[in-house]
């Protein structure tokens, strides 16, 4: 009972925190819609990053990222994350070793002053629509072709099971095999029990958060759509599976 409290009057305070925060950062990121590709991208990253960095530190959450190194210089990627909760979309723009877009609803980008934001990192696609999912594929091939990294939720939306992780849409595995570009399997915990939504809907709690890049997969010849999606979900799904048994363990 009294967490609960807690966690709804913390929510309020992370509220006001984000919301005058946003209005800082929100003209410099603006700004970096006049700045040529990659670089108003990767600009934007970083303002994004130190936004996020104040924001998790005065919400009292402390973010924890292991696996940069497996970014190649002049290299980019397909990064592939899981899906738990709304707290993952300020992670993974921002510390994503460079300039990257991610694949995004399209009716988030509505919000007002947020949706400013939203779409300046974001290839937005409207579910519903076969044609939106058609051009975001186009778009996102584009971004890879521009030198940035292109993120995708492969689980499609939250995951909200009990499982590690849901089954994976897929898109970002014909993008690789259409490409030949690498995927970067990323794992996020703990973002549910900071922002848990669902029978939650306005809680947020202060917890460590955990950003594990894993080592790159690379496209084979032999590689189809369903035996690639295959071989990333079983190296995510075994990485989450570890970490379980070594939290319970400790």
Wanted: with cysteine.
């Amino acid at each position: 009972m009294i967490k609960n409290i807690f966690g709804r009057i913390w929510a309020i305070w992370g509220a006001i925190i984000f919301t005058i925060t946003l209005l800082i950062a929100i003209i410099p990121i603006w700004l970096t819609n006049y700045i040529k590709e990659p670089g108003g991208t990767e600009i934007f990253r970083r303002i994004s990053k130190l936004w996020m960095e104040i924001f998790i530190f005065l919400i009292g959450c402390r973010l924890i990222i292991r696996g940069r190194e497996y970014f190649i210089k002049e290299q980019n990627y397909i990064v592939a994350s899981n899906h738990n909760s709304y707290m993952d979309i300020p992670l993974t723009t921002p510390f994503i070793p460079g300039p990257n877009k991610t694949i995004a609803k399209a009716e988030l980008a509505k919000v007002p002053l947020f949706g400013i934001i939203y779409k300046r990192g974001s290839i937005l696609v409207d579910r519903k629509s076969e044609r939106s999912r058609k051009e975001s594929f186009g778009k996102m091939k584009a971004v890879l072709q521009a030198g940035m990294h292109m993120c995708i939720y492969p689980e499609g939306t939250r995951n909200r099971t009990n499982e590690p992780l849901k089954s994976f849409h897929d898109g970002a595995f014909k993008l690789a095999i259409d490409t030949g570009k690498p995927i970067i399997p990323v794992l996020l915990f703990n973002t549910k029990k900071v922002l848990p939504g669902g029978s939650k809907p306005f809680y947020l709690w202060p917890a460590k958060m955990e950003m594990h890049f894993l080592p790159a997969v690379y496209v084979q010849p032999e590689d189809s759509v369903a035996s690639l999606k295959e071989k990333v979900f079983k190296i995510m799904y075994n990485f989450c599976e570890e970490k379980i048994v070594k939290q319970v363990n400790k």
